[in-house]
């Protein structure tokens, strides 16, 4: 179980956010540009420390203001994977994967690299440097990193949002075989109903720094529960640029 209530405010901007998600599978984080999603994400991963609140995995809490917990990046065993991979321009993808990987004690370890490999569908890449990738090798090849850390969660914020809709129709499966494979929580930062439906199993709705809802894809993204607000901020983005 993910159990998340934080507080922060960012100049103007104020976060009041509080969900529970499930320990495993794909927690979408859903909502227009501005809601707080990176922020929350940036949270969970320890770049960016809440006034107050706490955060827990699995029973792990990551930061507990009242406690006086507040576990360093390095400490919490997260995986996170950006927009545009930021993959090591010198390394070979190859090295790029057991970088990470060489980090994490043998102990603690629990994702072997040829099953990685294999699940993302990149041996024939090892060799090759990310300047000769496609983006959705790029992404690919990004996940596989962050997943041979074998961390406690994955955090994913907008991982295909740089990719075009045939680029994202090819990484998609490979994200929905690999949440079915590990037995960690995936956070997922998305804004597309399409990527939820077919990736997330539960999915939380944020608006103006606070949850709007929270539940299953399929009973949230109907037009009803969701689509108002959304709606209303898009109809009126013309409005104000014209
Ligand atoms: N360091 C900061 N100081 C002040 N305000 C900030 C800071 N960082 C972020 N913000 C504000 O916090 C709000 C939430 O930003 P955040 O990046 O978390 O939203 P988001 O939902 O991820 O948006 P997007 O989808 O565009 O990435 C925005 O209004 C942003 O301008």
Redesign the pocket.
Known sequence: MLNLQIHHT????V?DVAFEAPGTGVTALY????????????MVAGL?RPDTGRICVNGLCLFDSEQGIDLPPEKRRVGYVFQEGRLFPHLSVRSNLTYGMRRTPADLRFVDFDEVVSLLGIDHLLARRPAGLSGGEKQRVAIGRALLTSPAMLLM??PLASLDAARKAEVIPFIKKLAGHVSIPVLY?S?EPAEIRALATHMVA?QD?RVTASGTPETLLTKDALASPWDAAEAAFPLAVS
């Open positions: 960012q100049g103007r901007f976060l909502g227009p540009s501005g809601a707080g999603k990176t922020s929350v994400v940036n960016l914020d907008e930062v804004h944020l720094g």
